[in-house]
């Protein structure tokens, strides 16, 4: 945990302590917005500003770098050298949620149990390496009102820190070879990446082609999600991702793409998933939300990710309820699940009365799986004329069948006459 005005407690300045930061900008050349900066952010001062803050307060760089928690690999190699010596001067403590009393779940199906509280209670009572999978789409910290009334509006490192605490919980529980995916905003991604790294064996980022915000000025159009897939080990136990059906016009099912030559070797049951996802569509048709005044998950998002990263009987996990979505798409793939819920599970509960809706909606999308063209494209592209697998293959056998002898196979003819 990076604790609050490090950097001036590193550099002996009050943070709040208006004049003393003054002083600081004076004596160093640098302005105290760039200074608040450095201490708002857990920040590095770099080049000669670094050089400036070493010459004027006589705090070393390694100092400096240990109280902002900034550990290079140089760092890391003097902590991990003298490790003995580093635990004989304190232990670090743990920061855990003790369970109040043991929680009970308040829905059970033949599959699944979902628990209403906190997710680090919930999990305290799972034993280790006992999940094939687990699942997290926490808060974002948008300061959005959530019916639990959870804060989400941290302070940055305090958002990052409580993230820690419940991956390390869900890192815990995982099975060997076991997925662990990580759905969130591509800022708190990229420095979560950094605590699973030192615990996890990175497979993929996948970027989900979704618009999440307005354009915000300044800054380029925020149009994706991340995705972090990782693995407990070496390699994961299970991958079996479905192949897509390649891209055509939606009005006359035409090529979207120029494949040439290479028409006669695309694979009749679809195109190999890449780590950019584009056809996974937000859930705002009334048809498709299962709770009102929240955004919520796309079935067909977590039919693709059980369906790559586990088996039928696994055991998945999400500790963000949410509407429901990854525990509807385990029940209907037939995998065990656990979940839990901090706020209201009326809409969660609510949704299993519709799981045979739910299976037709999941059933529609799978149909246009592990299929280069659908059985309606198909249709389609034959009724057009439109080269399919089986036209362009006919015709390579139909050339190969009809191309003349060669040279070097005449004599043999005439040997065998």
């Given at each position: 945990?990076?604790?609050?005005?490090?950097?001036?407690?590193?550099?002996?300045?009050?943070?709040?302590?208006?004049?003393?930061?003054?002083?600081?900008?004076?004596?160093?050349?640098?302005?105290?917005?760039?200074?608040?900066?450095?201490?708002?952010?857990?920040?590095?001062?770099?080049?000669?500003?670094?050089?400036?803050?070493?010459?004027?307060?006589?705090?070393?760089?390694?100092?400096?770098?240990?109280?902002?928690?900034?550990?290079?690999?140089?760092?890391?190699?003097?902590?991990?050298?003298?490790?003995?010596?580093?635990?004989?001067?304190?232990?670090?403590?743990?920061?855990?949620?003790?369970?109040?009393?043991?929680?009970?779940?308040?829905?059970?199906?033949?599959?699944?149990?979902?628990?209403?509280?906190?997710?680090?209670?919930?999990?305290?009572?799972?034993?280790?390496?006992?999940?094939?999978m687990v699942f997290a789409d926490p808060p974002f910290n948008l300061n959005k009102l959530y019916p639990s009334n959870i804060n989400d509006d941290l302070k940055a490192e305090q958002y990052l820190d409580w993230c820690e605490d419940w991956i390390d919980e869900c890192v815990r529980v995982l099975k060997f070879g076991g997925a662990f995916l990580l759905w969130n905003l591509p800022k708190w991604n990229s420095a979560l990446s950094n605590f699973l790294n030192d615990r996890l064996t990175f497979r993929h980022w996948i970027a989900t082609d979704i618009k999440y915000r307005l354009p915000i000025k300044g800054r380029l159009y925020p149009a994706h999600y991340s995705l972090l897939y990782y693995i407990n080990g070496d390699k994961p136990k299970t991958f079996h991702p479905d192949r897509l059906p390649m891209q055509v016009c939606p009005k006359c099912s035409g090529d979207l793409k120029d494949y040439g030559g290479y028409k006669a070797k695309m694979n009749p049951a679809g195109v190999n998933m890449s780590d950019i996802w584009i056809d996974i569509p937000p859930v705002r048709h009334n048809k498709y939300k299962r709770r009102e005044g929240a955004n919520e998950l796309s079935l067909k998002l977590l039919d693709r990710i059980v369906e790559m990263s586990t088996d039928e009987g696994d055991i998945v996990?999400?500790?963000?309820?949410?509407?429901?979505?990854?525990?509807?798409?385990?029940?209907?793939?037939?995998?065990?699940?656990?979940?839990?819920?901090?706020?209201?599970v009326d809409d969660i509960v609510n949704r299993f009365d519709h799981i045979n809706e739910e299976r037709e909606i999941l059933n529609n999308y799978r149909d246009n799986l592990n299929s280069l063209f659908p059985k309606q494209i198909l249709k389609k592209r034959e009724k057009e004329g439109l080269w399919t697998c089986e036209s362009v293959r006919s015709k390579a056998a139909l050339k190969m069948s009809t191309t003349t002898y060669t040279e070097n196979s005449i004599p043999q003819l005439a040997k065998t006459k």
């Open positions: 945990m990076k604790r609050q005005n490090a950097f001036f407690e590193a550099l002996g300045v009050d943070a709040t302590n208006s004049k003393e930061v003054t002083r600081l900008a004076v004596i160093s050349g640098i302005s105290v917005k760039k200074l608040r900066y450095y201490n708002e952010h857990h920040l590095m001062p770099s080049g000669t500003e670094l050089e400036k803050i070493i010459e004027t307060t006589n705090v070393t760089k390694l100092k400096l770098m240990l109280k902002l928690g900034c550990v290079d690999h140089n760092v890391a190699g003097m902590l991990s050298e003298h490790a003995d010596e580093i635990i004989t001067l304190f232990e670090k403590e743990k920061k855990q949620t003790k369970a109040k009393k043991r929680l009970q779940p308040v829905f059970e199906t033949n599959l699944g149990k979902l628990y209403h509280g906190n997710c680090i209670e919930v999990l305290m009572q799972m034993p280790s390496n006992s999940v094939d996990f999400d500790p963000f309820g949410g509407s429901g979505t990854t525990y509807m798409a385990s029940e209907l793939k037939k995998r065990k699940w656990i979940g839990c819920e901090i706020g209201p």
